[in-house]
């Protein structure tokens, strides 16, 4: 078990320090999501075992039978455990590809319905913002398009 708090955070610390992921907050905090709810699960799962394990010594049943031969068996949930962060991390960089263009998608598609009568968009170094005329000829006013939302 202190492999696996180890190993979480040394990802935990390496996601927060990279420097491919620095100017990417989305993907810090997918990644962090990910990492987070990983660990709440697994968490979850030891303390229930542990638990059941307490309650079992006091019980009796098939059911408690069943209970005590999965709390001799810590080495097998260690694996497993060790087997779903690989798995679960793996899946999670196959997926934040697609899933960050359908974001993008749903966030330009939105911005595209909020656009104003008498504005327009210009992208000005990778930031789109609005260009809005002003009656006064004190020039345009810029806006980014987080004040869209």
């Known amino acids: 078990m202190c492999l696996i708090d180890t190993t979480d955070g040394a990802l935990m610390m390496t996601l927060y320090t990279s420097t491919s992921l620095a100017r990417d907050i989305v993907a810090i905090l997918y990644y962090s999501i990910v990492l987070s709810a990983i660990t709440v699960v697994v968490a979850i799962c030891i303390g229930t075992i542990q638990l059941l394990s307490l309650i079992s010594n006091f019980s009796e049943g098939k059911f408690w039978d069943g209970v005590d031969v999965v709390g001799d068996h810590y080495d097998i949930i260690g694996a497993a455990i060790c087997g779903a962060f690989i798995v679960f991390g793996a899946l999670s960089v196959i997926v ?54």
């Open 96 to 149: 934040y590809g697609p899933w960050r263009r359908w974001v993008e998608s749903k966030r330009e598609a939105r911005m595209v319905d909020n656009i104003e009568p008498g504005t327009r968009d210009k992208k000005i170094d990778d930031t789109k913002v609005k260009i809005t005329k002003m009656d006064n000829d004190a020039g345009p006013v810029r806006r980014s398009s987080i004040d869209a939302f």
